[in-house]
């Protein structure tokens, strides 16, 4: 009942203050010398196909290989069927308001990139109370499922793993597949060079990291809601290389790699892992507000 009456108040603060940001003193206007810009980047690559080619061409000229990619959109339905996902997860589809498509969607196609079998090791991780582990045990009877988030306890705990995406708790070469839906953007300061080191130990010959979206963009951006981190207090590490946005959205922090960072920060940090970026051709045509544009598979080479 409290946090009904709280949660509007919070609300009409937080937007209250998001208004004033041009002019709070508390918010800073620049950032590594330049105007600090809002909304967006995916936004302005979907209203933009010129900038989705200045990335692709970035890509491939630092050897990333970038393939179209079509959803199997009646596949993801019998999926669906198969799943049963509890009404809990994102009011189980019968809410509008809420995420249900995408996030389901993002758990259906990084299916598609990954080859479990009854002896595979699979990570979900950054995964919160994600079901899509226990979905992957119960569908392909997979030997070992587990779900890691910062918000369980610290180590392995059955089929739990607790901390930070670096700290894996799991023997070298042991782990087949490994997923992060909607996750690795959020991760802060070099949390996410610690995180691809830390799948190099991890994973098996062959073995595959699936991340979806994957945001990459033509120019190296870091957003943050800086309301919402004044009313959490909290103060993210913001890299002087990139280009930083404010945006509505209640999140602490968001990045978007360009090719130049996306090098130097994972690709020449984890050289045994194997990049390909995949474009998602139809995905608006699941949901019109489906933002799954670019998936990312990172393969363990011999």
């Not at 596949?75 to 809410?95: C, H, I, K, N, S």
């Not at 392995?156 to 070298?172: K, P």
Request: aromatic share 12%; with cysteine; proline share 6%.
């Amino acid at each position: 009942m409290l946090k009904q009456f709280i949660k509007p108040i919070y609300h009409l603060s937080h937007d209250l203050l998001f208004q004033t940001r041009q002019l709070n003193p508390l918010f800073k206007q620049k950032h590594g010398g330049y105007p600090i810009l809002q909304g967006h980047i995916s936004d302005e690559h979907l209203a933009d196909p010129a900038l989705e080619e200045i990335l692709v061409k970035g890509l491939e000229e630092i050897g990333v290989s970038v393939a179209p990619y079509e959803i199997d959109i009646e596949a993801y339905y019998q999926y669906l069927e198969r799943a049963q996902y509890p009404v809990t997860y994102y009011g189980g589809g019968l809410d509008p308001q809420q995420n249900f498509t995408e996030k389901t969607l993002e758990h259906y196609v990084s299916l598609d990139f990954l080859n479990l079998q009854m002896e595979s090791v699979f990570i979900d991780v950054a995964a919160c109370t994600s079901p899509f582990f226990q979905i992957i045990r119960r569908l392909y009877d997979v030997k070992a499922t587990y779900n890691q988030d910062l918000i369980f306890e610290p180590g392995l705990h059955g089929d739990r793993i607790g901390g930070y995406g670096h700290e894996l708790h799991l023997a070298d070469g042991s782990v087949d597949g490994v997923t992060l839906h909607c996750s690795l953007e959020h991760f802060e300061d070099d949390t996410d060079t610690k995180f691809f080191q830390e799948l190099e130990r991890v994973l098996k010959p062959g073995g595959r990291a699936v991340i979806l979206p994957f945001y990459l963009a033509h120019e190296y951006t870091i957003h943050v809601d800086p309301a919402y981190n004044l009313l959490k207090n909290h103060r993210p590490s913001i890299d002087p290389k990139a280009r930083l946005r404010y945006c509505s959205w209640y999140q602490f922090f968001s990045r978007h790699y360009d090719p130049q960072a996306l090098q130097e920060r994972i690709l020449s940090q984890a050289p045994s892992l194997k990049l390909s970026v995949h474009q998602v051709q139809n995905f608006r045509e699941v949901d019109p507000n489906s933002y799954l544009r670019l998936i990312g598979v990172f393969e363990k080479q011999a």
